[in-house]
């Protein structure tokens, strides 16, 4: 694990983004596609979702983490950052989540094989098919340059990003936008009970 600063994530302070959260921790769970989530709100999960920018002496977050099941994601992990907005002004944001993922993948690539961005607005809609291009996401690393290269001009910021950290980055990126009716339509949680009973007893053979 990473070490930590002593700084609070922002999210810890915003009821919006805990209530987007846990609404999401509980679709991924109901999608019954991942083993295990876990939430930067939990104290269990808090230590496990927080990272330090290499410059500045600050930290960033994920809102929830865990671990995809079956298929070709199997075991595979994830990170997800929750937007529970009803408007696209989400631009800056995803910037952020864009450079701060790109941190991950560089310095800590043994903990994500995927970064979720999942909102309940779209944005950026006219350029919406290049969310996470390679020019899109150089973009996010200028905007969060003194956090990840320092004091530095734009310039010397481009010449220091790592273009295959760049490449790897864009297939990594999901970008998920749900609604509140689309919540429901998941398995029941009795249904999920038994598939997870199902899911032991074939391990346990």
Known sequence: MPALTDDVP???IQKLGEDGA???????DSTTRVTSTWSVYDRFGADRLMYPWPKG???YSYDIGGLFFGGDLHQQSFLVECKKYSNPNQGGAFDKFLAQSYVTLKDHPQLADHFLWVTWHPFRQTTWNDLASEDNIRTALIAEKSRVFGDVTDDEALDAVDA???ADLVDRVWVIVLSDKQETLVISREDRADLMRIRILKEEQ
Do not use: A
Request: no cysteine.
């Open 10 to 12: 922002g999210e810890l």
């Open 22 to 28: 846990r609404r999401v921790k509980v679709w991924l």
């Open 57 to 59: 002496g600050k930290s």
């Open 164 to 166: 295959s950290i760049v």
